[in-house]
């Protein structure tokens, strides 16, 4: 059974096509990702599947709901914990559920139980009493999917969940994540540009750039579509070392980059010898060379020609970090 189905959604800002096209389905129970660089279309898809956002054009349904003819309904089933946080500082964790479950017109005795077995459920019971203002960034998160979770969602979405944190931190709120999905049974959606994130959690994912799908399946099987391992060759005269090797047998897909070649391949470490001496015999000099087994990264690479822009999405993590300092 489908916990969310999306056929030709379409959102414009203006002129500006922010999400274009996406159909896909989730099964119930599944952890799904949205992979890709800031930009995307990742935040502005989740928020129309949470009725935030009004698409353009396109359906799509979660737990059976229809996202643009029954809005209550698709909300009352739904969990979110978006990037910004929403907690308020000067209460405790306790009264920041507690409010929540008011919201939602959860019965007190019930609401206090649900409480207190959600934040066992994050590890925070023992600091429940706690003002929020006095919790780490890594706290804040777990009480942020706990509160989520109050009036038993079967569907959760998580907007970048670990942005911003360490990877400490980040390991841990991913056993949360892992064990919510196992216990619990809940359909996870989360968006995310960290590609070990992705890797790690999600059943499937959709990598997602410009605002449409370029690749969707299991980790696994995308990493596996791009050959056994990588070689990445770094050379000035790449075009040339390109039209020496691209004929090679064991080759399973060649790139040529902005000043490198990526070459897909099994058993790297058995041909890469060869690669070096036909270059050498040509008068190719190499500036490096690395083998690594695929990463998500790799794919994206494949299907879009750029790299993820880590570098660019730190400096964004930085900035919204600041920001929340402020506040
Ligand atoms: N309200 C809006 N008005 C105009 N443009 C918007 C609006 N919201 C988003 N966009 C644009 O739509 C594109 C997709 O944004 P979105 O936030 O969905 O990306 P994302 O993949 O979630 O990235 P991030 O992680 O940075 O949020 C971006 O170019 C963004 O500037």
């Not at 009725?51 to 059976?64: C, E, R």
């Not at 087994?293 to 730190?314: C, M, N, Q, W, Y």
Request: glycine residues 6%; contains cysteine; charged residues 30%.
């Amino acid at each position: 059974m489908y916990a969310i189905t999306v056929e030709d959604l379409v959102k414009k800002f203006g002129d500006f096509t922010a999400v274009n096209n996406l159909s896909f389905n989730i099964e119930s129970g599944e952890v799904f990702g949205l992979l890709g660089p800031n930009g995307a279309g990742k935040t502005t898809t989740i928020s129309m599947l949470s009725t935030m956002l009004k698409p353009t054009s396109g359906n799509a349904s979660v737990n059976g709901f229809d996202i643009r003819t029954n809005e209550d309904d698709v909300r009352k089933s739904i969990g979110i914990v978006f990037q910004d946080q929403s907690l308020d500082e000067e209460l405790t964790a306790y009264e920041n559920m507690d409010f929540h479950g008011r919201l939602y017109r959860i019965p007190k005795n019930v609401r206090q139980k649900k409480i207190i077995e959600l934040l066992e459920l994050v590890e925070l019971d023992d600091k429940k009493d706690n003002l929020v203002k006095t919790y780490s960034g890594g706290m804040r998160r777990r009480l942020e999917i706990a509160r989520g979770l109050l009036h038993e969602p079967k569907v959760l979405f998580l907007d970048e969940p670990t942005l911003g944190l360490d990877p400490q931190t980040r390991n841990h709120l991913w056993d949360y994540i892992e064990k919510l999905n196992k216990e619990k049974g809940i359909t996870i959606i989360l968006t995310t540009h960290y590609m070990e994130e992705a890797d790690k959690l999600c059943h499937r994912v959709a990598i997602v750039d410009r605002g449409q799908i370029i690749a969707l399946d299991t980790s696994e099987k995308l990493k596996n579509d791009i050959g056994g391992d990588v070689i990445t060759i770094v050379s000035q005269q790449k075009d040339d070392l390109y039209s020496i090797i691209r004929s090679l047998s064991e080759i399973k897909s060649i790139e040529v980059h902005d000043n490198f070649i990526t070459i897909g391949l099994q058993n790297a470490e058995k041909h890469v010898a060869k690669i070096v001496t036909m270059a050498s015999e040509n008068g190719i000099t190499i500036e490096s060379l690395s083998i690594h087994k695929p990463t998500l990264e790799d794919v994206f690479l494949h299907f879009t020609g750029r790299t993820i822009r880590e570098e660019e999405a730190s400096t964004k993590d930085k900035m919204r970090m600041m920001m929340k300092g402020r506040r």
